[in-house]
């Protein structure tokens, strides 16, 4: 909020340009703000070269311009200033100046003005312009300051998929290896060693397969929107079916029933709008109780977006961990309850949001879950211009 003109204090010193042809016109403007309580430092000019040499060799609080000079007009100054990328305030102080040229030196970037006969208006004037200045320089430094610090989130987030790709990557080889040798020294030697050995040499096999779907998992996360995304008009209804086909061996081992609503056009990225609605049922299907499975997909339009929904009537999950459950490697059930590492939901919330979405989940009635997700609509000129190019 800015301060009231009353809260406003002058600073210690001012330092003035005055665009006037008459020196004592000039003086009387210096007096008032002396009078009330400013140091005022001042140069005069007359001229666009003087006025050019004294904004190179020092800088100003304020300029105080008159409106019309014998050869010189008082809004020129803006645009010498402008050239030199300066936002110093300039309050005209003219003898005369009708409303409506006032109006338009103020659009054009006046930042007030003053009639020469109430010079008593020029101290609070002045108060207003550097107060402003101050704010505008403050939200300026700001918004540099958040461009910074989003640039440097941005290439932190960039080395961190780089990273993650490249010792994912770099990791399966030979992770490989210890799990085929490891096999290898199972299947020669099981029962010819002491029962320990067949143990642990079990629990060698199955951590090193858990750790090569961990690193398959973090290659599939790293990879969302890393190389960009081809997104285009899909059909959602088409990329539900891909990933039902996708599902054909769990859905028929589960006996899951899987409900589709009508279902929008949307600008995405195929492989990923597969991928994320394979993950929903599939999560759907994995989490589900003793009754049978029964997952719902449909969508409603809201304002400028599609809010999706994927219903289910599985074990649910509890209030206090409906945000976590995004969380990259957060599991709310034991490995021996329900495989996984954790990943999947942190996938899909990755690519909502690459989408410009948002996703939650909430308790469905009943029992069970319901993930939400938002994608935008497209607009009907998108729509225009797809039936041209088509």
């Known amino acids: 909020m800015m301060a009231s003109p009353a809260q406003i204090t002058a600073p210690r010193r001012l330092r003035v340009l005055l665009i006037e042809d008459s020196a004592a016109d000039a003086e009387l403007a210096i007096s008032e703000l002396r009078r009330e309580g400013f140091e005022v430092s001042s140069d005069l000019v007359q001229s666009k070269e003087a006025l050019d040499a004294c904004l190179e060799r020092k800088a100003y609080d304020v300029v105080l311009a008159d409106y019309h000079l014998p050869h010189f007009r008082g809004m020129e100054a803006l645009e010498i200033m402008q050239q030199k990328n300066l936002s110093v305030p300039l309050i005209l102080v003219t003898g005369a100046l009708n409303s409506v040229t006032a109006v338009e030196c103020l659009k054009q970037g006046a930042t007030d003005y003053v009639l020469k006969d109430h010079l008593s208006r020029l101290t609070l004037c002045v108060r207003r312009a550097l107060e402003e200045s101050r704010l505008r320089t403050e939200r300026q430094r700001a918004q ?13 987030n960039r080395d961190l998929e780089q990273f993650a790709y490249v010792a994912s ?9 210890v799990a085929a040798y490891t096999q290898l020294l199972a299947d020669q030697y099981h029962g010819k060693l002491d029962p320990n050995a067949d143990k642990y040499m079990n629990y060698a096999i199955e951590g090193a397969l858990r750790m090569q779907a961990l690193i398959q998992d973090l290659l599939t996360f790293s990879r969302v929107g890393r190389n960009g995304m081809d997104s285009k008009p899909i059909e959602c209804a088409e990329t539900v079916q891909e990933a039902l086909q996708n599902l054909r061996v769990v859905i028929q081992e589960s006996g899951a029933v899987v409900n589709m609503g009508k279902l929008p056009l949307v600008n995405a990225d195929r492989v990923h709008l597969v991928q994320l609605f394979q993950n929903l049922i599939g999560n759907a299907i994995k989490f589900r109780s003793s009754e049978p499975v029964v997952v719902t997909v449909e969508a409603k339009k809201k304002d400028k977006e599609w809010e999706f929904a994927v219903a289910d009537n599985g074990v649910g999950i509890a209030a206090d961990h409906q945000e976590i459950v995004f969380a990259i490697f957060q599991r709310l059930h034991t490995r021996a309850e329900h495989p996984g590492n954790g990943m999947g939901l942190a996938i899909c919330k990755k690519i909502v949001e690459q989408h410009g979405g948002r996703i939650w989940v909430d308790a469905a009635p009943g029992g069970g879950s319901v993930f939400r997700f938002t994608l935008p609509a497209i607009s009907a000129d998108e729509t225009n211009q797809d039936d041209r190019n088509a």
């Open 144 to 156: 540099e300051e958040l461009a910074r610090k989003v640039e440097e989130l941005a290439r932190s």
């Open 169 to 177: 990557h770099d990791l399966q080889g030979p992770l490989r290896m």
